[in-house]
């Protein structure tokens, strides 16, 4: 377990993301029976966080997320994570930050939730004509009426969150990061680690493609909205160039008994300033396999070497051009 630095809140390395569980055009169907069979695994199994948001299928993981505490009572054991901004309206999704929204948003997750209160509310992404200011300001009255316990922020730059804690404070940060997007370690780890702020890190599988399952298995990559924004990794010359990675990859992991997937999550929560790596899971097989990625460790020479791996990769795509 990991300690939340200014809270009093620990948190397993592994957070359940539970964006796939909405079903919807961004993840392809899903079953609330299997979203419901990886609640009961990951939780008899030790994981106490699991994030959401009102937009993962307008609100069905909200509520799939509620229909569990609901039936088990566990409400009190888990680290409920969730999110304001976005808004939808017929078939669009808009960004909603407004004090009069977010006073609104706040009770239908509550409602949705079950719950009373959230261990860790976050902005989902900045909105473009909210001021700062006016968030931060309505997000820290939510943590005085102790209807939150602490206050996040998604997708905030360092600039931003400088701008947000002038009116707030801030706990936790939870922005991309993964073997293939690692722009925070430029200054927002920094930025964090100096400020006492978590950072719960998501995709750490890059949207599925770092488990290898479309490189090395021989897997169809699924017609959803999350796979066709990596198309580009999906196709040649970076699928070559990704596939020649992942077999690398497979083999350090192997030396520890362990598969591709449990290597890249436990890579993702032993990064610095890394609390916990939300990763998705859909079913109580991927849930099974993931939980694998805790309880070992990577070794500081296999870290060197992941790194200068990375580092091939990297300069191969920079070489041709390719982004
Ligand atoms: N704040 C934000 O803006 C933001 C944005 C994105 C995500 N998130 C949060 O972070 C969470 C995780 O991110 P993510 O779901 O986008 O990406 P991810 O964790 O990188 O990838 C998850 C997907 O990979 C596949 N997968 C997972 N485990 C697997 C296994 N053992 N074997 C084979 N396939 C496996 C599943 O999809 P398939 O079975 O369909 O391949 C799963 O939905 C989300 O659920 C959400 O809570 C937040």
Request: with cysteine; hydrophobic share 35%; aromatic share 10%.
């Amino acid at each position: 377990m990991r300690r939340i630095p200014s809270l009093d809140i620990e948190v397993s390395p592994v957070c359940l993301g539970t964006w796939a569980f909405g079903g919807d055009k961004w993840w392809g169907k899903q079953e609330d029976k299997d979203s419901m069979g990886v609640l009961h695994g990951v939780v008899e199994r030790g994981i106490n966080f699991i994030d959401t948001a009102p937009v993962y299928g307008r609100g069905r993981s909200e509520r799939v997320i509620g229909g569990f505490f609901k039936k088990t009572g566990l409400r009190e054991k888990i680290i409920l994570a969730t999110k304001v901004g976005l808004s939808w309206e017929g078939p669009r999704i808009i960004h909603n930050l407004s004090a009069r929204r977010m006073g609104e948003e706040v009770d239908e997750s509550r409602k949705r939730l079950k719950t009373d209160y959230l261990d860790l509310y976050q902005v989902h992404w900045p909105d473009p004509h909210t001021p700062i200011g006016e968030t931060a300001e309505m997000m820290y009255s939510f943590y005085k009426n102790g209807t939150v316990k602490s206050i996040g922020v998604s997708n905030y730059s360092v600039s931003q969150m400088q701008e947000f804690r002038k009116y707030s404070p801030l706990h936790c940060l939870q922005p991309e990061y993964s073997m293939f997007n690692r722009s925070i370690e430029k200054e927002t780890v920094n930025y964090c680690l100096e400020n006492n702020i978590a950072i719960i890190s998501y995709a750490p599988l890059y949207s599925g493609l770092l488990t290898g399952k479309f490189f090395l298995n021989g897997a169809a990559v699924p017609e959803d909205i999350n796979r066709k924004m990596k198309s580009k990794d999906l196709s040649e010359p970076l699928y070559s160039i990704n596939k020649t990675f992942l077999l690398k990859l497979d083999g350090i992991a192997s030396k520890y008994g362990k598969t591709l997937t449990q290597l890249a999550i436990n890579w993702n929560f032993s990064q610095r300033g890394i609390i916990s790596s939300i990763v998705g899971m859909r079913n109580e097989i991927q849930a099974e396999e993931n939980l694998g990625s805790m309880g070992w460790s990577i070794s500081d020479d296999d870290k060197k070497e992941i790194d200068s791996l990375l580092a091939q990769r990297s300069e191969e795509i920079n070489s041709r051009h390719l982004f």
